[in-house]
C-alpha cells in the first residue's frame, strides 16, 4: 500500500505489498547493525539502506535470525487449537513487520543506486504496472521476494498432468501443490461434455487441465488483472487458448455448462496482503458464495467439483459438519469423493508450528450434482 512518510531527507512514498501500517518516518544509513535496525523498527521508525547491497541483505539475515529464535516444541496438538493459529498468524505478521523496517530507496524507472546492486528493473514490472518517474521507499525484504518470484516467472513450474510449465509473476498464486492438480486430471468425466467453468482460474492452471482432458468450451474468470493477464499467456504458450476464454466476472458467467470447477481458497481467516487470497477466505465467504450459485449454472445432469482441503477443520476454523449442511443448503446431492494426501515439504515438516494438523491434513474433490 502506497503512504507518504517523513524522512531525514524529505517526505517520500512508502511502498509495501501488505496491509502493514507504514512507519512513523524513516532514517538514512549506510552502514549499521541489526540490533540498531531493529531498535529503530520497534520506534516505528525505518531504516533506509544506502551502503552496499550485499551488505544489506547479510544484516536482512542476521535481523531474521535474532526474531525468529525458534521456541520450544511441544509435542501433540495444543489446548486451544483456533487459538494457537491465530497466534502463529499474530507472531508471522509482526516479525515481517520487523524486517519490514529495512528499506531501499527506488529510483526513477525502477533503479538502485546502492554499491553491488543486481539489475531489479524486470523484477519490479512483474509488479507494478509502470515504471516509477519519482522515487519510493520499499522493504528491503520485499524486493528480495519480488526478485525471487521474478526468477521462478522465467523458470516456470512443471505441470506433469499438462506435459508443460506454468510460468506465474508475483501477486498470481503459483500451483506448487500437485495433488489437487492430479485429483482434477484424475477425476471421471461424464461423456460428451461440452462447457466448462473454471471459477478464480488465477494462473489458468486447472482451466488448461480441462482444455487437455479433451473439453472444448471452457470459461475461465477471475477478477485479478494480473492473474487475466498470467492465464491469457500461460492458455496460449499451451496451445490451448482456442478451448478457454477467459472472462474477468467475480464467480459466474451469465451462462449455463455441464462442468463447473473451483478451487476456492482452504482458510477462513482474513488475508494481510492481496496474494494471500488465494489462500485466506475471510468468514467462507467465496466458498458458501459458490456453493449457493453453482446448481443455477449447470445444464440438466451436471456436475460441479469443488476442491478443497480439510486443514481449516483441523485447526478448528470450519466445523467438521460445515460443507455437509452447505451442501444441503444449496440443494447440491455429492456423488462421489476424490482424496489424497498432501505431498509438499510443509506436510512432512515435523518443526512447523503447525504439523499437529497439517500431518492430518487430506485433499478433497467433492462432485456435486443438484437435487
Known amino acids: 500500500m502506497p503512504h507518504t512518510i517523513p524522512t531525514d531527507r524529505s517526505d517520500i512514498e512508502w511502498r509495501n505489498e501488505s496491509t502493514q501500517k507504514p512507519p512513523k518516518q524513516a532514517v538514512y544509513i549506510q552502514e549499521a547493525g541489526a540490533a540498531e535496525i531493529l531498535k529503530n523498527a520497534h520506534a516505528q521508525t525505518a531504516t533506509v539502506w544506502t551502503g552496499d547491497f550485499h551488505n544489506a541483505k547479510q544484516v536482512l539475515s542476521a535481523m531474521k535470525k535474532r526474531i525468529r529464535r525458534p521456541s520450544e516444541k511441544k509435542k501433540g496438538a495444543p489446548a486451544d487449537i483456533q487459538t494457537a493459529f491465530h497466534a502463529y498468524r499474530m507472531k508471522q505478521a509482526q516479525q515481517s513487520r520487523l524486517l519490514n523496517m529495512l528499506a531501499v530507496e527506488i529510483q526513477p ?46 523458470k516456470g513450474i512443471d505441470i506433469p498432468q499438462l506435459d508443460g510449465k506454468i510460468h506465474v509473476p508475483f501477486g498470481v498464486f503459483s500451483p506448487l501443490r500437485g495433488e489437487y492438480l492430479d485429483l482434477i486430471a484424475q477425476a471421471p468425466l461424464a461423456p460428451n461434455i461440452q462447457t466448462a467453468f473454471d471459477i478464480g ?16 468450451d471452457i470459461i475461465a474468470t477471475d477478477t485479478n488483472p494480473k492473474a487475466i493477464a498470467c ?55 467465496m466458498l458458501t458464495a459458490f456453493l449457493n450459485g453453482v446448481r443455477h449454472h449447470l445444464n440438466p445432469n451436471g456436475e460441479a467439483w469443488l476442491i478443497i482441503s480439510d486443514l481449516a ?27 489424497t494426501k498432501p505431498q509438499h515439504k510443509k506436510a ?19 462432485r456435486l450434482k443438484a437435487i
Do not use: M
Open 313 to 339: 477443520e483441523h485447526l478448528h476454523l470450519r466445523d467438521k459438519d460445515f460443507l455437509n449442511q452447505r451442501f444441503q443448503t444449496a440443494s447440491l446431492n455429492v456423488v462421489d469423493i476424490l482424496k
Open 109 to 154: 524507472n525502477f533503479q538502485l543506486d546502492n554499491a553491488r546492486v543486481p539489475d531489479i528493473y524486470a523484477a519490479l514490472c512483474d509488479v507494478y504496472d509502470t515504471p516509477n518517474d519519482k522515487p519510493f521507499l520499499l522493504p528491503l525484504n520485499q524486493l528480495l521476494g519480488f526478485i525471487g518470484a521474478h526468477e521462478w516467472h522465467k
Open 231 to 285: 492465464a491469457t499467456t500461460n492458455l496460449e504458450r499451451l496451445g490451448l487458448d482456442k478451448a478457454v476464454n477467459i472472462q474477468s466476472i467475480d464467480l459466474f458467467p451469465e451462462s449455463c455448462a455441464d462442468l463447473i470447477v473451483c478451487n476456492p481458497p482452504w482458510l477462513p481467516a482474513k488475508p494481510t496482503s492481496a496474494i494471500e487470497t488465494a489462500l485466506y477466505d475471510p468468514n467462507n465467504a
Open 348 to 366: 512432512i515438516d515435523e518443526s512447523d508450528p503447525l504439523a499437529f494438523a497439517r500431518n492430518k491434513e487430506t485433499t478433497y474433490l467433492y
Open 201 to 216: 482460474t488465477g494462473s489458468g492452471v486447472i482451466a488448461a487441465i480441462l482444455a487437455k482432458r479433451g473439453i472444448p
